[in-house]
């Protein structure tokens, strides 16, 4: 035997004694042969990768099929081997495994509101749900060994992940994946919120730990008197997890930090009932808080009796009771079921007869799923249902694109873009052009052509052939717009030319905010209308541009000068350059203001913009607002730094945190205790629980900053702060 083989073997044999051992390693062979001069990304021999996936199927018990398929799954699509030789060579199930998880490497993933639309997919082509296990354990390893990808990969693929993988796991009761993956995704897109998450957790683990321990013997000792045999342990904790509970019931980390988790884990079904009993009576339950998923299962098959109890210390201690068979189902979900299958007809963990096939068990999973609608549940958002009779169809570079059965490729055209549907004159579909009125098929690749001619429109034939309700309306709508928009353009004509006729300022009078104006005085709903008005000759140009100068007044308002949006710095005595810290090269006893937009402090590359009545504006070279000012290149001036003892500086930081109590009064005494002068403080809190904090004060000596950011890190919670370039930004 191939030595390589030994630890997977080891695996397979625990997991599943009956599996065929030479057929494995005759798939491993096989793929090895195949993929021979081909490396990772992390310049190992790709055959590392089939192998990884075949073993993490093979701790979850999955049958022998899966692990050769497993190990085979990507030598149709990356090799000279093809579908038809492997279906030679090792049958028709693992060729079809192999078929389902090329097919569903096909899927590209796009923005995320696709994400539904791609779980939807994903399970409408994974006829047997084996593909979608083996695609999962792939995408598990992947996530393992993100780090040698690109980082805009590395991103795509774990929102991907969080997105569709990750619920499709939860979905199917793999809570070992579905937690894995999470917990490497998290840590790829928010590493400054994992690393922070795990930093809180480390610092409290020694004491909590304690008094877990502590709980454990307590329900041990009770258990063994009440002569229950029975594993208590506690229950890992999940970084990704519990920033989700955060999200979801809107507390603070400690309170869900503090909440401990025991599992136990009885031989039988009266046990678990047993159990619950024996912990009632030592300690109080906390009303509602109990549920019984044994006498009514998940939606994905999970079994457990969950309660939360007022434990010692008056803290809360939320305990699972299980079997240790419903335990197994619990981690590995829908892959604990080859486990089992050979018991066809034994009782099962419920006492019932477990149903003989993996159809009639697929099937009485989406019967829970279609009935179970359990509020709690914080990915029920994620519900897919497959009797929604829609077909999945590709865009050239792999988008999915959902449409209704019977859908043609206008529909798509118009799935895709209005202009597209709009401007639609043919299409392909397959490699093959097609009439317009074709059906679509699932996994078709649809290319649509469209017109450059500026008079390109639909055509009223479609209305008789197109399934969805968008394209139905996109099309009566332009045939309704089309005779508006010629109104308009007549309207806004007319009304240039009444301009142009008196020699008005054309540009300053149509500038949207005054015609705006006067469409609402005149009860239009938008300029649009106005113009349209016009057009049809419901009011005349010439009315409109005599309310147009009359509305203003007949005279160009005032200039509005940016510069006057800046601040001035805490001045002593003359307000001049020396106060400020700065100095105007040629005239060093100009009043000198630093602006709020960009706060500069010495160090910045600044410019200086003279402003009317009011000194010289100081800004940092790359503030947004130089770019407008540069349009009046007499106005700006030549300025150095050059600080005195009494110069004061406005600076701007923001500060990112997880969300809790009293975090503003933390981060402001922070500040305090670094005798900074806070002038203002503004903090908005999202919806994923991030605190988004800035903050405005006044320093005397520029390089103290690094200090005061240093200190701010360092508060529980934050995970990054850095200087902004405005208070107001």
Sequence with gaps: MNPVLEPLFRTVRATHPKADLRLIERAYDMAAYHHRDQKRKSG??????????????????????????????????????????????????????VDGVTKLDKVKFGDAAQAETVRKMVVAMSRDIRVLIIKLADRLHNMRTMRYLPEHKRHQKSRETLEIFAPLAHRLGMNTIKWELEDLAFAMLYPKRYDEIARMVSERAPRRDLFLQEVIEKVSGDLREAKIRAVVKGRPKHYYS??????????????????????????SVRDCYAALGTIHARWNPVPGRFKDYIAMPKFNMYQSLHTTVIGPEGKPVELQIRTHAMHHRAEYGVAAHWKYKEEVGAPGPTGKVKPGSDMAWLRQLLDWQKETSDPGEFLESLRFDLSVSEVYVFTPKGQVIALPEGGTPVDFAYAVHTEVGHRCIGARVNGRLVP???RLGNGDTVEIFTSKSPDAGPSRDWLKFVKSGRARNKIRQW???????????A????????????????????????????????????????????????????????????????????????AETSLPTRLRGRPRGGGAGVVVAGD???????????????????????????????????????????????RLVEVSWSPGDDSVFLVAIQVEALDRPRLLSDVTRTLSDQHVNILSASVTTS??????????????????????????RGIQGVFDVYRVSGAGS
């Excluded at 799954?73 to 060729?95: C, P, Q, W």
């Excluded at 309170?255 to 884990?265: M, S």
Aim: charged share 25%; with cysteine; glycine share 8%.
């Design 491 to 562: 309207g806004k004509e007319a009304i240039g030319r009444a301009m142009r006729k008196q020699g008005l300022p054309l540009q300053r009078l149509m500038s949207g905010e005054a015609l705006l104006a006067l469409a609402r005085d005149l009860r239009y709903p938008d300029v649009s209308a106005l113009y349209a008005a016009v057009g049809e000759g419901h009011i005349a140009a010439q009315a409109v541009v005599q309310k147009l100068v009359a509305s203003i007044g007949g005279v160009e308002s005032a200039e509005e000068d940016i």
């Design 44 to 97: 190992d021999p790709y055959i590392t990768h089939p192998l990884a996936v075949a073993t993490i199927l093979a701790e979850l018990g999955t049958d022998d099929e899966t692990l050769c398929a497993a190990l085979l799954h990507d030598t149709v699509e990356d090799t000279a081997y093809s579908l038809d030789e492997l279906r030679g060579d090792f049958g028709d199930t693992i060729g079809s495994l």
């Design 242 to 267: 519990v920033y989700q509970k955060m999200i979801a019931r809107d507390v603070a980390f400690d309170d869900i930090y503090d909440l401990v988790g025991i599992r136990v884990l009885v031989d």
């Design 687 to 712: 919806r994923d629980r991030v605190a988004i904090s800035k903050f405005t004060f006044e320093m005397g000596d520029p390089k103290h900053l690094g200090h005061v950011l240093k200190a701010v």
């Design 479 to 489: 045939f309704s717009k089309e005779r508006r928009e010629t109104a308009i353009e």
């Design 588 to 634: 060093a006893d100009v009043w000198v203001r630093l602006s709020k937009c960009c706060t500069p402090v010495p160090g910045d590359e600044i410019v200086g913009f003279v402003t009317r009545g009011h000194g010289v504006s100081v800004h940092r070279a790359d503030c947004t607002n130089v770019q407008q000012l540069r349009e009046q290149p007499d």
């Design 436 to 438: 317009l009125e074709s």
